[in-house]
């Protein structure tokens, strides 16, 4: 086998039948980070350092590994060119991670380049890159709609944003192409430094007074219907563990009126706070058939020093094996029993039984969503999707996400899923398990329209 040749990532003719019926379908990405304002003034990219990378804490992860400088990866003071040519110099070292696939793929599929990146080959790529990125056929929109092939895809808000930059990229396309998605957290994590401020941000965006917690849900409920208004499907929520969600308004409104007074809080009432929010949201989300997507497990900014430096979403945080999600999520779920859909995604591998026994035993509202993030993987989708087949069900398997901040990760990262999920079925066709004509209806619901039916896309 050649180095990703027709059967990348493939290892069986059933697999590759079943490939050939889904690769060319529409993406239909329900989560991820895009730069909404970057698609809607739909400026040409500086150059391949713009495009491949300057957005992208995975290659950012992977170069530190190498020992490149920070100068050469996050600093203002070194070009796009330069940082591009110390990651060709040090990408053949990082074959093995996704980074090294990710890249090659977008190269060969939407630049025509089958020569590997290395440091003989950086100063060409790059120029061939940045010249085509020069011309009109790779601005933003023109890629979305064009080779990238996004039919639709939901951004991440926050609930105070406005979202004018969705209305200016959907006019440009003549249609909804990019969904909002509400996510609360910054409410919600009443124990982050900067939560205080934040709710002076919240009274200005809604012109009210945050007297007690009443008036955040209401705060809530006002951004909820302006994010209705303008196309969301679904909220997002951040957890690293569970929260319960038995609290009541009067032990939520004590903690948040000592919080606001900027009295330090126990750990037991930050929890005890973000549970009643997740469910407040979680009974908005109930009554407009919004998608509820829980983010599971991630560890935020263990780096001291690259935070101090950097902030948060630079690449210092892991996963950990030790949360006990069980307690929490069954209670959140027993809440809502029936009456809201729930996307669970899963970081650690240890906890996709956890997680995926808790789909089954809910229902069909409880979906597992794709693997998420560290699990982003060849292994970690193909470990995800042979589990879930036996323990839940593929039929009810909530689709692929890019969970991306950069544009060619729509192509990318959709096609390795579409691979590694073409693999196992094809597998399963092949020992027996699974009939021709059902493995093929089953892997167009996965990669397309079962997605689109469960986000109300």
Not at 46 to 74: G, S
Not at 174 to 190: E, H, N, S, Y
Not at 384 to 408: C, H, P
Not at 448 to 454: A, E, P, V
């Amino acid at each position: 086998m050649a180095f990703m040749d027709k059967n990348y990532l493939i290892g069986n003719a059933a697999g590759l039948q079943i490939f050939d019926t889904v690769k060319s379908l529409p993406v239909v990405d329900p989560h991820n980070h895009a730069n909404v304002k970057e698609i809607a003034d739909n400026n040409c990219y500086a150059d391949a350092w713009q495009l491949f990378a300057a957005t992208d804490h995975y290659v950012w992860e992977m170069m530190r590994k190498r020992n490149v400088p920070e100068t050469l990866i996050t600093g203002k003071n070194a070009s796009g060119e330069e940082k591009f040519l110390a990651l060709a110099k040090v990408f053949p070292e990082i074959a093995g991670n996704p980074v090294y696939e990710w890249i090659h793929l977008d190269l060969k599929r939407y630049f025509g380049i089958e020569e590997l990146l290395s440091g003989k080959t950086g100063k060409k790529i790059y120029d061939t890159v940045t010249a085509k990125l020069a011309t009109d056929a790779y601005r933003p929109q023109a890629l979305l709609t064009g080779p990238l092939n996004v039919e639709v895809m939901s951004s991440t808000d926050d609930l105070i944003d406005t979202l004018e930059d969705h209305a200016r990229a959907n006019a440009a396309f003549g249609r909804v192409l990019i969904r909002p998605t509400w996510r609360p957290d910054k409410a919600m994590k009443i124990f982050a430094p900067a939560w205080r401020p934040y709710m002076n941000q919240v009274a200005e965006r809604f012109n009210i007074k945050l007297n007690g917690v009443r008036d955040l849900v209401d705060a809530f409920k006002m951004s909820h219907d302006y994010f209705a208004e303008r196309n969301c499907r679904a909220s997002d929520h951040g957890l690293e563990y569970p929260v319960f969600a038995d609290v009541d308004e009067k032990e939520a409104d004590r903690i948040f009126r000592k919080a606001m007074a900027e009295e330090a809080l126990t750990k037991e009432e930050t929890d005890r706070f973000m549970g009643y929010i997740l469910a407040e949201a979680a009974e908005l989300n109930s009554q407009t058939d919004w998608v509820t997507q829980l983010h599971l497990g991630a560890v935020r900014d263990v780096r001291n020093t690259l935070f101090d430096a950097l902030g948060p979403d630079v690449g210092g945080d892991i996963s950990d094996h030790y949360l006990d999600y069980a307690p929490a999520l069954c209670s959140f779920l027993n809440r809502f029993d029936d009456r809201l859909k729930v996307v669970l995604y899963c970081l650690e591998a240890s906890h996709q039984g956890t997680l995926a026994t808790i789909s089954r035993a809910f229902g069909a509202k409880v979906a597992l969503g794709s693997a998420w993030w560290l699990l982003d993987t060849p292994i970690g989708m193909r470990r995800q999707l042979e589990y879930i087949g036996s323990a839940d069900t593929l039929s009810n398997f909530a689709g692929m996400v890019s969970d991306s901040r950069k544009l060619l990760s729509y192509g990318s990262r959709f096609e390795m899923f579409r691979r590694v999920m073409s693999d196992v079925l094809g597998n399963m066709v092949e020992r027996g398990q699974l009939p021709d004509e059902i493995a093929f209806d089953l892997a167009e619901r996965m990669a397309y329209s079962g997605t689109k039916k469960f986000w109300n896309l």
